[in-house]
């Protein structure tokens, strides 16, 4: 046999292998994952009206910390043209 069809048919049987045990580990996997989900109570599971309320809150705090950083960057900018204005450099820390 041609060595180049015995390698040809050695990559295809590995190829095979491969496709059946990966296909049986997600097939085991998604059995298994939906065995646990089912047992989950329904009182565990998150209330999605507390998740969005949650969610809110967070999009505030976010919002709230964007406007100090802008401040924060507006003093930054207004110093920095004060001393250009004034020709002076920063002291360098010793």
């Known amino acids: 046999m041609d060595p180049e069809v015995a390698n040809f048919a050695v990559v295809a ?6 496709v059946g045990a990966l296909s049986s580990i997600t097939v085991g996997l998604v059995r298994g994952l939906s065995k646990f989900s089912k047992k989950i109570p329904e009182r565990d599971q998150p209330n999605v009206l507390q998740m969005e309320q949650r969610f809110d809150q967070l999009q505030q705090s976010v919002d709230a910390i964007a406007v100090e950083v802008e401040r924060i960057a507006e003093a930054q900018r ?14 360098l820390p010793r």
Do not use: C
């Open 78 to 91: 207004f110093s920095a043209r004060l001393l250009a204005e004034r020709g002076e450099t920063p002291a």
């Open 13 to 18: 049987v590995i190829i095979v292998v491969m």
